[in-house]
């Protein structure tokens, strides 16, 4: 396999000889052929005397020739073999002249570009018109731009993106107004530009019949007609939590701050792309229950758009912060401490069930994992969001609570505003900050919270008050016996919030399994196969088929067909797959299914169900 970057394994590039400055796009978007076609110019200079070569990223992606967008004229350029995790390295030999020049690639992506879903008319809410996203995070965007995919380097970008003139076209950039095409009426061209130096991970796209609503000053939400209104609805705290998150961080720089609520198909909760966070639409719970992602998006903003991981083995520096500067905000907004702890301790059980149960205490278990060789899509897991959060609250307590924690954070991101770091540097400016707290930091066990396989090595102890009525009821629940089950009433759920809910049934799925009879009482005073929640309806939909309750079965089918977050199709795929006589109804579902599902979420689903 060709070489892949020192600075980064999941790379092929080598901006240590030859670097990228910037990117300027020009695209068509093409619904029949389900591909972008068009160039890149890429704005490039030699690091280092005698170096010929430019080295690129590139998945699935067809070239058509590569030209000195100077003087026209041809660069000679070889595709290497592809690797299926990494995609194929793209040399270029450089122009001879001066250190800087302006590469463009004439290219055009794959219908399986694995940054890219299109969606047919059928498969949108408003059913007339195609739809297309894109998700580059982790190693995408290689698909859809030749560039040097790496965290490690930052470029701002400006895009023209044709388009049929009843498709809007909005990218992770400020937009102008769209212009009329110079030859052909039926067609209107976008215009984009992120003056910000953006990692490529961050480059996103989306085309479709999509309408805004204004939610703040700076701030529309995005989606299809039919669900504007509700959306308007349940975000209308964004401009709150972006305030809330300048007060903790520093001025928000983007200017603009938009949310796009995309098909059911998007394999995330949320995915930060600046100026336009992408989220869920399972997200539209109608109570504003599930907006915490939008305030751990909008946190984004700071750690990992404006402080960013060098590469995917230090992920932990973007979600770890993030997640911590979230419960800040859902904190503040509710003006709950107590919230803020529950939410931890909720997500501290998930992270003990991943680390024991799912990743079996595995490489993948460390808040540093060795990704060479690794495609990040397998690596990923709650374990660099909750490690990488339980460390920072660890270190707060430690050197003397919020006050002092959070001038920290705020100097940390001061210090490495619009660069790329490492672990090492975080950890270096960490006690460069705290010059009269050596001693305290040097109690630390910074190896094991850095490399060590399993929990870590300390789980903070958090405020549980929210929790206790949820253990009540669990412990109700697990030790009543068949002909005990008159006590309970379906009043039962209606003093708890729908976190609470979740925690609730987070804790029975703790248990021995349930007898039947027990999920189905519960159904029938809960009702909570009618629930519309996402976050309850999987736990709920776990339970019952650890109770192993066939009723359920269909139920699931349709949770995993109607939507394709990872985070709630996996968990469900693989409970199935674990019950002998439901697995080949998992698997029969997912071959029905897979040509419609997001290629990311299909491949890791595949891998679930051991079918690759
Ligand atoms: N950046 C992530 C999503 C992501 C990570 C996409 C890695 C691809 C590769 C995003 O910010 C995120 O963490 N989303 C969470 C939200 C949650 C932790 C509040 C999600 O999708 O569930
Ligand atoms: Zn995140």
Not at 7 to 33: A, G, H, Q, T
Not at 252 to 271: C, N
Request: charged share 25%; hydrophobic share 35%.
């Amino acid at each position: 396999m060709a070489a892949l970057s020192p600075e980064d394994p999941c790379s092929y590039s080598r901006p240590d000889e030859c670097k990228v400055n910037s990117l300027d796009l020009n695209l068509e978007v093409d619904f029949d052929s389900k591909k972008l076609c068009g160039y890149v110019d890429l704005t490039v200079e030699r690091m280092k005397d005698g170096v010929q070569n430019l080295i690129l990223d590139t998945r699935d992606i067809d070239i058509q020739k590569i030209t000195d967008a100077d003087n026209c004229q041809e660069l000679k350029f070889s595709l290497g073999e592809k690797n299926t995790n990494f995609g194929s390295k793209l040399e270029v030999q450089l122009p001879l002249s001066s250190t800087k020049s302006k590469v463009r690639v004439h290219y055009e992506t794959s219908p399986q570009s694995t940054a890219l879903q299109w969606l047919r008319p059928e498969q949108t809410a408003g059913k007339r018109h195609p739809y297309l996203f894109s998700q580059c995070q982790a190693i995408h965007a290689r698909s859809m731009v030749p560039c040097q995919d790496t965290p490690g380097i930052k470029v701002p970008y400006t895009a023209k993106v044709t388009a049929p003139r009843d498709i809007t076209v909005l990218m992770s950039a400020v937009r102008s107004e769209p212009e009329a095409h110079p030859t052909d009426s039926s067609k209107l061209v976008h215009q984009f530009n992120q003056k910000v130096p953006i990692p490529t991970y961050l480059i996103a796209i989306v085309g479709g019949d999509i309408e805004s609503r204004k939610i703040g000053p700076r701030s529309n939400v995005w989606t299809e007609k039919e669900m504007v209104e509700a959306a308007a609805f349940e975000f209308s705290e964004t401009e709150k939590m972006l305030q809330t998150a300048e007060a903790l961080m520093g001025p928000y720089i983007w200017g603009q701050y938009d949310l796009l609520v995309l098909p059911p198909s998007f394999p995330y909760g949320g995915m930060e792309n600046p100026c336009l966070t992408f989220v869920t639409p399972t997200l539209l719970a109608g109570d504003k229950s599930l907006a915490d992602v939008v305030a751990h998006e909008i946190s984004h903003s700071w750690t990992g758009n404006l402080v960013t991981n060098r590469n995917w083995e230090h992920f932990w520096l973007n979600e770890g912060h993030t997640v911590f500067v979230e419960r800040k905000i859902t904190g503040r907004l509710h003006k709950s401490q107590a919230l803020l702890e529950f939410m931890a301790a909720g997500r501290a059980k998930e992270l003990k069930e991943t680390i024991e149960v799912v990743l079996k205490n595995g490489p993948y278990t460390r808040l540093i994992p060795d990704l060479k060789g690794v495609d990040p899509d397998d690596a990923f897991s709650i374990v660099p969001y909750e490690k990488g959060f339980s460390l920072l609250f660890y270190l707060e307590t430690l050197l003397g609570g919020p006050e002092v924690f959070e001038k920290f954070l705020r100097a940390y991101i001061e210090k490495f505003k619009q660069q790329s770091i490492d672990s090492d540097q975080w950890k270096d400016f960490l006690y460069s900050y705290f010059p009269d707290k050596k001693d305290v930091l040097d109690t630390v066990e910074w190896d094991k919270w850095f490399f060590a396989q399993g929990m870590p090595p300390i789980i903070p102890k958090y405020d549980d008050s929210l929790a206790v009525p949820c253990k009540q009821l669990c412990q109700r629940w697990s030790s009543a016996g068949d002909n005990e089950l008159g006590q309970f009433d379906p009043n039962d759920l209606t003093s708890l919030t729908s976190v609470q809910v979740v925690e609730f049934l987070a804790l029975l799925l703790e248990e021995p399994k349930l007898p039947v009879t027990k999920v189905q009482k519960m159904n029938e005073l809960y009702k909570l196969n009618a629930v519309k929640n996402s976050e309850v309806r999987l736990r709920w939909l776990r339970l019952c088929i650890k109770a192993q309750w066939k009723d359920a079965i269909p139920h699931v089918l349709d949770f995993v067909n109607e939507q394709g977050r990872m985070k709630f199709v996996r968990p469900l795929y693989r409970d199935l797959y674990g019950w002998e006589e439901a697995r080949p109804t998992a698997i029969q579902n997912f071959q029905t299914h897979r040509g419609e599902m997001h290629n990311t979420t299909a491949t890791m689903v595949a891998k679930d169900l051991k079918l690759t």
